[in-house]
């Protein structure tokens, strides 16, 4: 794993999770050592990300990051163009939920910035290891989605619209 790729893992990581992450358990989780934790700690809070270091590890106050939810509808078969669309310019599939009759919201988190973990998920949901939240709601789902700017959501708004990806009511 790159540098570049392990620091937006990272990020993601401390942006889900509300208690602190320690350097050990993040080194662990990265095959890396502490100083290359601690650097990419420093890298990030130079790129906007507030990242505190407290006692029991890292935890994350805010993101220079914009999010944006969009309501989508699409085909099983075109979720594989969806992501990479979103990916491409320059997004963060931070996660998909669903509104159900009974269960009410149903959230999975994804974290998908990159076409190899495009690549991963779609080979989870072909090889018949799961099936997508979607299923459940005809088509209907929502994502929330990371990127640089407002901007590139924009961009990424667009983008949905242009292969009619966007559900109307959104």
Do not use: C
Request: hydrophobic share 40%; net charge neutral.
């Amino acid at each position: 794993m790159k540098a570049e790729e392990r620091r937006k893992e990272i990020a993601n990581l401390l942006t889900k999770r509300k208690e602190a992450v320690s350097g050990k358990e993040l080194s662990s989780l990265f095959g890396v050592s502490r100083q290359i934790i601690v650097q990419d700690i420093s890298v990030l809070k130079a790129s906007g990300y507030e990242i505190l270091s407290t006692h029991n590890g890292y935890v994350i106050n805010s993101t220079p990051l914009a999010e944006r939810v969009f309501k989508v509808y699409h085909t099983g078969e075109q979720t594989e163009d969806e992501l990479k669309l979103i990916v491409d310019l320059g997004g963060t599939v931070v996660d998909v939920f669903v509104w159900h009759k009974v269960y009410g919201r149903i959230v999975a988190d994804l974290n998908i910035f990159s076409r190899l973990h495009i690549a991963q998920f779609i080979e989870g949901v072909r090889s018949g290891k799961s099936v997508e939240l979607m299923s459940i709601t005809g088509g209907y789902h929502y994502h929330t989605v990371r990127a640089e700017s407002e901007e590139a959501l924009d961009r990424i708004e667009e983008a949905l619209k242009s292969r009619n990806y966007i559900a109307s009511g959104n």
